[in-house]
């Protein structure tokens, strides 16, 4: 399984090699990126790539992008516990999923933290309703930053159901009898 940095240099490269064929295409008139779609992507990829690699699941311990992350890190340690390495966080569709929500629900709690501390505190207000021409690019960079970790470790995009599958055959009553040798 690579190592962070690894999996930081193929996303980067798949990146370069992305762009530079987005830029060729739209130069030919094939292809028409706004510059702020290009900016979200680009945001959201690499948001994905540094900041919510599916190794956080072991950010229980030292992991690069927990580390990038600061000391805000060790908000990441509870999300570490809560799955395990290569589980449903490693899985094709869900897993980047588990990672925005376990984010969405560390703003919420610091929103409402920061409120209660401070009353009279604004904060920026999300723009209702948010367009698909914004949400897209952002969730095929994060998306794309995510399956290409999954790729580098040799993770099949079945691998939740398989992973599904075998839990259910491991359900009790299920389970065959474990031979056991005993040693006295
Ligand atoms: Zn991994």
Not at 25 to 34: A, C, V
Not at 106 to 120: D, E, M, S
Request: net charge positive; no cysteine.
């Amino acid at each position: 399984m690579p190592s962070g940095r690894v999996h930081n240099l193929i996303n980067i490269a798949a990146y370069s090699v992305l762009a530079a064929g987005a830029l060729i295409l739209s130069r030919q008139d094939l292809l028409t990126i706004t510059p702020a779609q290009a900016l979200n992507f680009t945001l959201a990829f690499a948001a994905g790539t540094f900041l919510l690699s599916p190794d956080l699941d072991l950010a229980e311990g030292r992991v690069d992008s927990k580390r990038h992350w600061g000391i805000l890190g060790v908000l990441w340690v509870p999300y570490g516990r809560m799955f395990r390495h290569r589980g449903l966080s490693h899985t094709w569709v869900l897993g980047p999923l588990t990672r925005l929500a376990y984010l969405a629900v560390l703003i919420t709690l610091i929103v409402g933290l920061l409120r209660t501390a401070v009353p009279t505190l604004t904060l920026p207000d999300i723009p209702q309703p948010i367009s698909l021409k914004f949400a897209v690019p952002i969730m095929l960079g994060y998306y794309l930053s995510q399956w290409l970790h999954l790729i580098a470790d040799g993770v099949r995009p079945d691998h939740g159901l398989r992973h599904t599958a075998r839990k259910l055959r491991r359900m009790p009553g299920r389970r065959r009898p474990r031979a056991r040798s005993r040693s006295h």
